[in-house]
């Protein structure tokens, strides 16, 4: 970790559950509205829906891991710096229904974030009648206009000489 990611870990460790709370909500554009859930994600989610409260320490764990792993990843760096920047400016009280929407996000963004933004992946090799080796590859990115917009900036610098 460099100085600057230290420094950053620390800011996300040093927020209060509602700063926290703010600084995933703030990142909601970034992430897609349908991105596909695996079973334990959905799970999780279930389990936060049926009792808010019972989980609202872990949803603020999971709310600072997705912020330290978007913060870690380059092309969602800068987004998490500027939420950084103006957490708690507002007054929220938060219910059973933003830790609902809190605990989907945060599942769905370190899905997401830890992904890549790859929604699937599918690799397929096989061996032809001729001996040869056949190699597919297909990857599905999540939609979002944030994460896209990102996505295809990251693209972009990564296949530039």
Same mark, same amino acid.
Do not use: N
């Given at each position: 970790?460099?100085?600057?990611?230290?420094?950053?870990?620390?800011?996300?460790?040093?927020?209060?559950?509602?700063?926290?709370?703010? %600084? =995933?909500? *703030? !990142?909601?554009?970034?992430?897609?509205?349908?991105?596909?859930?695996?079973?334990? $994600?959905? &799970?999780?989610?279930?389990?936060?829906?049926?009792?808010?409260?019972?989980?609202?320490?872990?949803?603020?764990?999971?709310?600072?891991?997705?912020?330290?792993?978007?913060?870690?990843?380059?092309?969602?760096?800068?987004?998490?710096?500027?939420?950084?920047?103006?957490?708690?400016?507002?007054?929220?009280?938060?219910?059973?229904?933003?830790?609902? %929407? =809190?605990? *989907? !996000?945060?599942?769905?963004?370190?899905?997401?974030?830890?992904?890549?933004?790859? $929604?699937? &992946?599918?690799?397929?090799?096989?061996?032809?009648?001729?001996?040869?080796?056949?190699?597919?590859?297909?990857?599905?990115?999540?939609?979002?206009?944030?994460?896209?917009?990102?996505?295809?900036?990251?693209?972009?610098?990564?296949?530039?000489?």
């Amino acid at each position: 970790m460099t100085p600057d990611d230290t420094t950053l870990a620390t800011r996300i460790s040093d927020l209060s559950r509602e700063e926290a709370f703010e %600084a =995933v909500l *703030a !990142l909601d554009d970034l992430l897609p509205a349908d991105a596909p859930l695996d079973e334990p $994600a959905r &799970e999780l989610l279930a389990q936060v829906e049926g009792s808010p409260y019972g989980l609202l320490a872990d949803v603020d764990d999971l709310a600072r891991i997705m912020l330290s792993a978007a913060a870690l990843t380059p092309e969602w760096r800068p987004a998490v710096e500027e939420v950084l920047d103006s957490v708690g400016h507002k007054a929220f009280v938060f219910g059973g229904t933003e830790i609902i %929407a =809190v605990g *989907a !996000l945060v599942i769905t963004g370190l899905s997401l974030v830890l992904s890549k933004g790859k $929604a699937k &992946e599918r690799v397929k090799l096989e061996l032809d009648e001729d001996g040869k080796l056949r190699y597919e590859s297909e990857v599905v990115y999540a939609s979002g206009s944030g994460l896209v917009r990102a996505l295809a900036e990251f693209l972009g610098r990564s296949q530039q000489p």
